[in-house]
């Protein structure tokens, strides 16, 4: 016999159902709620074992891993369809993990189908009845076939054992756990059992229920099923595909990222090697006393030659420069500009000097516009207390 007992998602209300014979009838009802979602499924299950674990690490998918490691030796010897098992994690930390495992055989995970929109959860039958020992004790389940029990101490389940009603009775299973504690030296506790075929203990079923979910949450974590088994080994392939995919990814990232690094130094050392080279040409031809960095030494050099043509070269003669300047200072009287120095060859100007404010600066080099093909701003920089200052070159 199995009770179904269905509630909320925060267990406010349980409603109990017993299911016979394949059918479902009520045994007894609280005032229904609007928002029933979930179903407890308490089974008096034959093969169920349970054993403590503790691991130092925190991932549930690594506690499944090494469990199933360690059961790997009794695989040969389990009954047919195998023995499938359930993690319980009680306490957990990113370098640790400790608990208990269920075990149970495959045959038994085939249990009746709960109300329709209903989620469930498989417990075992006497799992939820912790609350009337205080955590330290014996909980046993009675129906018309089954003595289910559990070994309880402070709160954490010990032993699993199963009877036929027809081989043995309340008593003699208490007796049992009695002569088992001593042995083991363990602490004995109380005793609780609830007799399923009584009507008065069903209807107080979902109060008991629900001051064990209290005192002990980690119940409702426990889920003995099919669909919580099969969630399980398909969340641990994704994750076992997902991990690998990330490794690839994270591979040809690396890959990329070292050729973008390669690429980057060898384009940085060919133009660092192209300006020492350039340097080197404009200090052999014009200015071998020069040391320092040149910052475009290709320009200088254009101007240098430029100078060394003079006049004879096409372009525009000191005169029509200098009457173009002074057309741009008449044209914008209100233009407070300042040129410190100016360089004349026939090519153009080279004016550096210093404004108050960008805009200025901006303004002093749009005059030149209409007046020559090219008009450039260089190593425009602000300089405290004095302003912008600039560097200006005029190509006609």
Not at 334 to 359: K, Q
Request: one cysteine or more; aromatic letters at 8%; a neutral charge.
């Amino acid at each position: 016999m199995n009770v179904i007992l269905k509630g909320t998602s925060d267990l406010e209300n349980i409603d109990l159902h017993r299911v016979a014979g394949g059918a479902l009838r009520r045994v007894s009802t609280v005032p229904p709620s609007r928002r029933v979602r979930r179903a407890a499924v308490l089974v008096p299950m034959r093969t169920l074992s349970v054993s403590p674990f503790s691991f130092p690490f925190g991932s549930v998918m690594r506690v499944r891993e090494a469990l199933r490691l360690q059961t790997l030796p009794f695989l040969s010897c389990a009954p047919a369809g195998g023995v499938e098992l359930f993690p319980t994690v009680l306490e957990r930390t990113p370098r640790s993990s400790s608990g208990v495992v269920w075990y149970a055989s495959a045959a038994e995970l085939d249990f009746p189908e709960p109300p329709a929109g209903l989620s469930t959860l498989v417990w075992p039958a006497p799992l939820p009845l912790v609350s009337r020992v205080g955590g330290t004790g014996v909980t046993l389940w009675v129906d018309e076939e089954n003595l289910c029990s559990l070994l309880w101490s402070e709160g954490c389940p010990v032993l699993c054992r199963w009877r036929s009603r027809s081989a043995g009775s309340t008593e003699s299973e208490f007796a049992w756990y009695d002569r088992y504690c001593r042995a083991q030296e363990l602490e004995r506790g109380d005793s609780f059992a609830l007799d399923a075929t009584d009507p008065k203990d069903l209807e107080s079923l979902g109060g008991i229920v629900q001051e064990s979910l209290a005192r002990y949450p980690w119940i409702g974590t426990v889920n003995l099923s099919r669909t919580a088994l099969e969630g399980a080994v398909g969340l641990e392939r994704s994750v076992r595909l997902l991990t690998r995919v990330a490794g690839w990814a994270l591979l040809l990232g690396v890959l990329v990222l070292t050729g973008g690094v390669l690429k980057w130094h060898q384009a940085r050392g060919g133009a660092e090697a192209a300006r020492l080279r350039s340097e080197a040409l404009y200090r052999e031809a014009f200015d071998a006393e020069r040391t320092g960095r040149i910052a475009n030494p290709v320009t200088l050099a254009r101007d240098r030659i430029a100078e060394l043509r003079g006049n004879d070269a096409e372009g525009r003669s000191l005169e029509d420069a200098l009457a173009e300047l002074g057309s741009v200072f008449s044209e914008n009287p209100s233009m407070d500009v300042t040129l410190d120095v100016l360089r004349y060859n026939a090519e153009g100007l080279d004016c550096t000097g210093s404004a108050p404010d960008m805009s200025t600066v901006l303004t002093f080099r749009k005059a030149w516009e209409g007046r020559a093909a090219l008009s450039q701003l260089d190593n425009t920089q602000s300089v405290p207390g004095l302003g912008y200052r600039f560097d200006l070159r005029v190509r006609w």
